[in-house]
């Protein structure tokens, strides 16, 4: 087992392999035709993009798109090797699970010969519900599955006592992207929900409706779903923790919903009800008991029938995936053709048993020199942090004492788990992949809900080791790192630091910075959702923070149509906080070893902008991009080049940029936080 402890914040510096020839970012990608002063994404990406044209499969394109699809190649090879050789292997061991996963996915013939057999059995118990009783007891039944309709009973860590996990209930239940989608009229919105009205009716005739009744159907299940949706608070507004923050105890919300059987969700789900939850939303939870007072059993029944066909549908046979596919993939995010079947099932596999399949990929792919220069990476960023926060001229001392005890109590996590998960209460069988599916997502449910009532795991991970991405939690005060994106081009253990500080370390800086964007700086060192600054000093950092909402509120996805600049302004203060930190950290880790070659005609400098422009820069289709500006909270990857680099003099300078130009904002409406 390797122990992980909280990050040492000394200064560390890596000296640099020799290598002959050094390999700096790929000038082969960059289009020298186009201006990096005007437009830096199309400068660094526009050869690659010429070169490789999106292709069927993808909404989003980029050369980091490629890089995940290797890593899932690398999966399948891991997947197919424990498949060939599962009845060998102890059942329940990792290998075991995964192959039969993974094989029962692959065998298409069997899941087409099973038809709707598979949830015949769940939907039979839908259509015996006779009283209120037997709704909630299915309502209920379905959470088990991980399937929201709509109430979802989770574990969270208590605001106000982050050592402690506490229940939260949710609410879900809604199969458009948000409420948008439910009550506004643009031509973007009613398509979608027209497309969804057809889609539903697609669902429920192949599940053996007619025409008459399925049309009934999705009337009724439309407006359960529209009132859900009206009770929700927006996308912008639940980025403020403190909305979501509504502690209650069973008794209350007993009251606030007397028409739901509370007392069996929470015996039912193994859940306590001593002490308090957290109710994310009341209003919306309240609306609930309305619709359970006021809408007959029957449409109860057709919503909850329709809620676990359309979660199903993907792991049904072949005419329910495409109908699924055609709408959720096609119709809303505009892919053109559904990826290949092994890829499907290597995402599946890692979704549902991650660990399992992650501990044999970090075993074959993360060298132990990945790890440690990544993790010497990490700590540089986060001194950066320090040494910026102690320079801030409008904070005051105070703040920045309790700014620097956050700084020092963040806990970095790299690679892969201390402790790996036991999916030993998981039953997969190698014919029977929609069984499969259900039975590791009550392992996950039950796994979950199993936390509350207890001290915080620091040792568990939201994400699989092979997923190319990264994290920050503001209630753990933790950033973590999985081995799959610890690899080129984004990231070479042997490779130019430029290159790694550009790309996945400026990554890494905004996680890093998430702890002190406009939703982190309301979390304190602990995880405590507690207000650390003076009134005067907050004034000033959202002074600062507004002047992101503003230059994103002015980028166009297409005519008439802006980014949310309230939406988009944590990931937006990430990135910004990312580059400017990684970039700092980079030059500062050079001081006594001098600066790196210039390479392919390109300073140092230079590469590591361009580095953070091929890994970040990207292609969306302009389906994905409708959809993203009501829902992401990440700008675009165009505008994750763009909109961070032309607040830096130092990338100005790098590029001999002027006043004037499209990648240079005038020194007035130059954004600064860290």
């Avoid at 201006?35 to 980091?64: E, K, L």
């Avoid at 008991?289 to 007959?296: A, P, V």
């Avoid at 890692?350 to 044999?360: I, K, R, S, T």
């Avoid at 700092?584 to 953070?612: C, H, I, N």
Wanted: proline share 6%; with cysteine.
């Amino acid at each position: 087992m390797r122990i992980f402890s909280t990050l040492c914040l000394a200064l560390i510096t890596v000296t640099a392999v020799s290598q002959a020839p050094m390999r700096g970012v790929a000038a082969e990608n960059i289009d020298r035709s186009a201006n990096a002063c005007s437009d830096f994404d199309a400068y660094a990406n526009g050869a690659w993009r010429a070169a490789h044209p999106m292709p069927a499969i993808q909404t989003v394109w980029a050369v980091r798109t490629v890089t995940q699809d290797e890593t899932r190649a690398r999966l399948r090879v891991i997947a197919e090797e424990d498949a060939a050789k599962a009845s060998t292997l102890a059942k329940g061991s990792p290998g075991r699970l995964t192959g039969d996963f993974y094989g029962a996915c692959m065998d298409q013939g069997k899941v087409n010969a099973l038809g709707l057999k598979p949830v015949e059995g769940e939907l039979k118990r839908i259509d015996g519900i006779k009283d209120a009783k037997g709704l909630s007891a299915e309502i209920i039944r379905l959470q088990e599955m991980a399937i929201d309709a709509p109430v979802r009973l989770q574990s969270t860590q208590d605001l106000h006592d982050p050592k402690q996990v506490i229940a939260e209930l949710n609410l879900g239940g809604l199969g458009l992207p948000d409420r948008d989608y439910y009550l506004r009229e643009e031509p973007r919105f009613k398509d979608a929900r027209d497309k969804y009205l057809e889609y539903m009716s697609t669902i429920f005739t192949l599940a053996g409706a007619k025409d008459v009744d399925a049309a009934s159907a999705v009337a009724a299940v439309m407006k359960i779903e529209t009132a859900l949706a009206q009770a929700r608070l927006s996308r912008v507004a639940l980025r403020d923790p403190k909305v979501q923050d509504n502690p209650m105890t069973f008794a209350s919300l007993k009251a606030l919903a007397p028409h739901f059987d509370w007392d069996a969700e929470f015996k039912l789900l193994g859940v306590t009800t001593t002490g308090h939850m957290n109710v994310s939303q009341p209003k919306q939870v309240a609306a609930f008991d309305t619709l359970i007072g006021e809408t007959s059993i029957g449409n109860w029944k057709l919503y909850l029938r329709w809620q676990l066909l359309n979660v199903s549908a993907r792991y049904l046979s072949t005419p329910f995936e495409e109908a699924r596919f055609g709408f959720y993939d096609t119709t809303l995010t505009g892919a053109k053709e559904q990826r290949p079947r092994w890829q499907r099932c290597v995402i599946a596999t890692d979704g549902n048993l991650g660990e399992a399949l992650g501990h044999e990929y970090v075993d074959r792919y993360l060298p132990p020199e990945a790890k440690a220069r990544a993790r010497t990476m990490a700590v540089n960023i986060v001194n950066e942090l320090k040494i910026s926060i102690e320079s801030r001229d409008w904070m005051t001392a105070p703040t920045k004492a309790k700014a620097l005890e956050k700084v020092d109590a963040l806990t970095i996590k790299v690679g892969y788990p201390d402790k790996w998960k036991d999916y030993s209460g998981v039953s997969v069988e190698h014919g029977a992949y929609l069984e499969n599916v259900m039975s590791a997502r009550r392992y996950a449910v039950r796994d979950d809900l199993g936390q509350i009532g207890k001290p915080v795991d620091h040792g568990r991970w939201g994400m699989t080791p092979p997923t190319m991405n990264a994290y920050y939690d503001p209630s753990m005060n933790e950033v973590v790192v999985p081995a799959g994106y610890l690899q080129p081009p984004g990231f070479d253990p042997q490779g130019l630091d430029a290159i790694n500080y550009g790309a996945v370390g400026v990554s890494i800086g905004h996680e890093i910075s998430h702890g002190v964007d406009d939703e982190g700086a309301q979390f304190a060192a602990d995880g405590r959702l507690e207000k650390w600054w003076t009134d005067a000093d907050y004034k000033q950092f959202e002074a600062r923070t507004g002047c992101t909402t503003k230059q994103y509120d002015g980028y166009f996805v297409e005519p008439g149509l802006h980014l949310q600049g309230k939406l988009v302004t944590g990931e937006a203060l990430g990135d910004l906080g990312g580059v400017n930190l990684a970039f700092r950290a980079y030059e500062r880790s050079r001081v006594g070893k001098g600066p790196e070659p210039t390479v392919d005609g390109f300073t140092p400098e230079q590469q590591f902008f361009l580095a953070e422009g091929q890994w970040r820069g990207a292609l969306a289709r302009p389906e994905w991009l409708r959809v993203s500006t009501s829902t992401d909270p990440h700008p675009p990857g165009k505008f994750r080049v763009l909109g961070p680099l032309s607040n830096m003099p130092e990338f100005e300078r790098a590029f001999s940029c002027k006043a004037g130009d499209a990648m240079v904002r005038p020194e007035s409406e130059r954004c600064v936080l860290w």
